[in-house]
T-cell receptor
Framework: DQQVKQNSPSLSVQEGRISILNCDYTNSMFDYFLWYKKYPAEGPTFLISISSIKDKNEDGRFTVFLNKSAKHLSLHIVPSQPGDSAVYFCAAMKGSQGNLIFGKGTKLSVKP | DAGVIQSPRHEVTEMGQEVTLRCKPISGHDYLFWYRQTMMRGLELLIYFNNNVPIDDSGMPEDRFSAKMPNASFSTLKIQPSEPRDSAVYFC?????????FGSGTRLTVV
C-alpha cells in the first residue's frame, strides 16, 4: 500500500502562471516532507522541505503547504518557467534521518 | 565536492549474468541508500546503510539481490543472476541530515 501518493501523473501549465503539484500521505507519523525535482538522465535533486510542525515553507518561487488534518501537501511554483519542466517527486520520512518514501512523481510541462 | 558517483551509467547484460552496480557516497555522509526507479513502481527503496551497517533491506526484491558497504566510501549492489524484469534505473543516494543527494543513476537493461 502506498504511503505517499501523487495522483496526477502529469500537469501542463503556461509560462508565467502558477503550477500546483499535490501529494497525499497516509502515515500520520511522518516528521518531514520533501520535494525533489528530476530531469531526464539525472538523479533527483532536492528542492524544498517542510517539517510537520509547520504549515508553510517558502523559498523564492517555490512554496510548500502542509495540511496535516487532511494529510495533504502541495508545491506551488510561481511564476512557472519552461526550465521548471521536470518530474517532481513528493517524499516523506520519520525522524530527521532514515529512509525517504517517495510518491510516483508528477511530470510538469511548462509551455512558453 | 563531486557528489554521489555511480558507475557504470549504463549497463546492458544478458539474462543470467551477474551485474554489479557501484556507488561512492559524499565524504562525511553516514547514510547510504539504494533506490530503483521503474515506470510501474516509481522510486522504491531497496536497502539503506548507516555507518556502513545495513539497517533495512526489506525492499530488496529477492535473494538474487545483495548489497554491501565494505567502507564509508564505497557500496555495491549485485544482482545474480539477472533477469529482464530487473531492467530499471538504479539510484544511490547519501545523506547526513534531512535531505539526500542522489547520484545520476545506472540504467540497467537485461536482455
Amino acid at each position: 500500500d502506498q504511503q505517499v501518493k501523487q495522483n496526477s501523473p502529469s500537469l501542463s501549465v503556461q509560462e508565467g502562471r502558477i503550477s500546483i503539484l499535490n501529494c497525499d500521505y497516509t502515515n500520520s507519523m511522518f516528521d518531514y516532507f520533501l520535494w525533489y525535482k528530476k530531469y531526464p538522465a539525472e538523479g533527483p535533486t532536492f528542492l524544498i522541505s517542510i517539517s510537520s510542525i509547520k504549515d508553510k515553507n517558502e523559498d523564492g518561487r517555490f512554496t510548500v503547504f502542509l495540511n496535516k488534518s487532511a494529510k495533504h501537501l502541495s508545491l506551488h511554483i510561481v511564476p512557472s518557467q519552461p526550465g521548471d519542466s521536470a518530474v517532481y517527486f513528493c517524499a516523506a520520512m520519520k525522524g530527521s534521518q532514515g529512509n525517504l518514501i517517495f510518491g510516483k512523481g508528477t511530470k510538469l510541462s511548462v509551455k512558453p | 565536492d563531486a557528489g554521489v558517483i555511480q558507475s557504470p551509467r549504463h549497463e546492458v547484460t544478458e539474462m543470467g549474468q551477474e551485474v554489479t552496480l557501484r556507488c561512492k557516497p559524499i565524504s562525511g555522509h553516514d547514510y547510504l541508500f539504494w533506490y530503483r526507479q521503474t515506470m510501474m513502481r516509481g522510486l522504491e527503496l531497496l536497502i539503506y546503510f548507516n555507518n556502513n551497517v545495513p539497517i533495512d533491506d526489506s525492499g530488496m526484491p529477492e535473494d538474487r539481490f545483495s548489497a554491501k558497504m565494505p567502507n564509508a566510501s564505497f557500496s555495491t549492489l549485485k544482482i545474480q543472476p539477472s533477469e529482464p524484469r530487473d531492467s530499471a534505473v538504479y539510484f544511490c543516494a547519501s545523506s547526513s541530515r534531512v535531505g539526500y543527494t542522489f547520484g545520476s543513476g545506472t540504467r540497467l537493461t537485461v536482455v
